[in-house]
């Protein structure tokens, strides 16, 4: 959707205006509109939404109560213990192995827990671990979910697109994997995951590189057409050993396409709830932004320069530009090239640096999603031109679960 950006300014500024910079807010129209458009793009099948993307309880359930969305896809065992025991899902599906034992004796030691969280696996050592904490025998069965990797590997496996995961690659993998659970007393293989990094988390069109977007729209079809056939016969391998609950894929970036898959089920989303940067290099679908962070200019160091104080919140991945946060609004703005974001000052140069006096706010949009609020302490969430409420996040209630 076309965004008024003066017009958004003059709201988040009036909104904002008895807070004190640096502070992060959400806008909730543009929230909840992204998760409608989300679950529509899902095409019926529901969305579970991804935690580490948002890092709000109270928004968690937000996203949980719009039409569409079911479960939660948590990013460590303890973080998924919490949010079961805060009553946020009973449906906790833990998105990596853990090797977290006192989460893992919390887990065996309440029944109601151990149906609630569902841990992943890749290899059969990660099982050994759990016996090793907690002997089967003297524990309810555990809730295994089987990560099957969704790289693409062309050339007989000279090439490799996609991101490091899973080792279980094939559907023959997959299916000794399953029969290996199968076999271990204290488990129960519920469900299948394979997350396409490559599409869903890979932006077809990075602005300004139109030969780098069209390799990469060559290499996401490729490997749709690959994965397609492959998580399918994955699928059957391992329903020769279990009954499955549920088939996980995809991302923000893939849900339209993932959900089309006859063998998925459900979806994974969370970064298009706040619309952060990287996915405005989509094609298909751009969220509209929803989470801002504000600095206040304190310096006016040269004609063309306005400097803010703060600023340097570095998204994780690759060391580069698309890992930046961009000064959004005035529009008009840009980082220096010598100095990027700082630990402690930002200077900014652009069209609208002139017009900035000290005490203004300059707003940013973070790179990735739930990563801001590793930053502070609580969200603003604002409708219209008012903070209707101040919630805390992760770090505010004291977790700092990676």
Request: aromatic share 6%.
């Amino acid at each position: 959707m076309a965004i008024d950006r003066a017009e958004l300014r003059d709201r988040l500024d009036r909104a904002t205006a008895h807070l004190d910079p640096p502070y992060a807010v959400v806008d909730l129209s543009a929230f909840d509109a992204n998760a409608d458009a989300l679950a529509t793009r899902a095409g019926g099948k529901p969305l579970r939404v991804a935690s580490k993307s948002v890092r709000v309880r109270e928004l968690l359930t937000r996203a949980l109560k719009r039409p569409g969305w079911h479960g939660v896809m948590a990013f460590t065992l303890p973080e998924a213990l919490w949010l079961a025991r805060g009553g946020v899902a009973d449906d906790v599906l833990v998105a990596y192995p853990t090797a977290h034992r006192g989460a893992l004796t919390e887990l065996t030691a309440d029944p109601a827990r151990a149906e609630a969280v569902t841990l992943m696996i890749d290899d059969a050592g990660q099982l050994d671990l759990i016996d090793r904490v907690c002997p089967p025998g003297g524990r309810p069965a555990l809730r295994v979910c089987l990560d099957l990797d969704a790289s693409w590997r062309p050339l007989r496996g000279k090439v490799h697109v996609g991101v490091r995961r899973s080792p279980v690659h094939s559907a023959r993998a997959a299916g000794a994997l399953a029969a290996a659970v199968a076999d271990r007393p204290g488990f129960r293989l519920v469900g299948l995951m394979s997350y396409e990094a490559q599409i869903a988390g890979l932006g077809d069109a990075p602005p300004g590189q139109a030969l780098v977007g069209s390799a990469i729209r060559v290499a996401q079809r490729g490997s749709y057409r690959e994965l397609l056939a492959r998580r399918s016969a994955a699928v059957a391998a391992v329903r020769e050993h279990a009954d499955l609950e549920f088939v996980n894929g995809g991302g923000t970036g893939s849900v339209a396409a993932t959900s089309a898959d006859p063998a998925v089920t459900e979806v994974t989303a969370g970064s298009g709830l706040f619309g952060p940067t990287l996915f405005d290099a989509y094609r298909a679908w751009r969220p509209t932004p929803a989470a801002f962070f504000a600095c206040a200019v304190v310096r006016r160091p040269a004609p063309g320069l306005a400097t803010v104080l703060g600023g340097g919140w570095i998204a994780s991945g690759p060391a580069a530009e698309s890992r930046l946060p961009r000064p959004w609004l005035p529009a008009g703005l840009k980082l220096l090239g010598p100095e990027g974001a700082g630990e402690v000052q930002t200077p900014l140069t652009g069209d609208a640096a002139d017009a900035l006096r000290v005490g203004d706010r300059v707003w940013f949009r973070h790179a990735k999603a739930g990563e801001v609020c590793e930053h502070v302490n609580e969200l603003h969430l604002i409708e219209g031109d008012a903070v209707v409420a101040t919630v805390p996040t992760y770090r505010g209630e004291g977790h700092a679960f990676l």
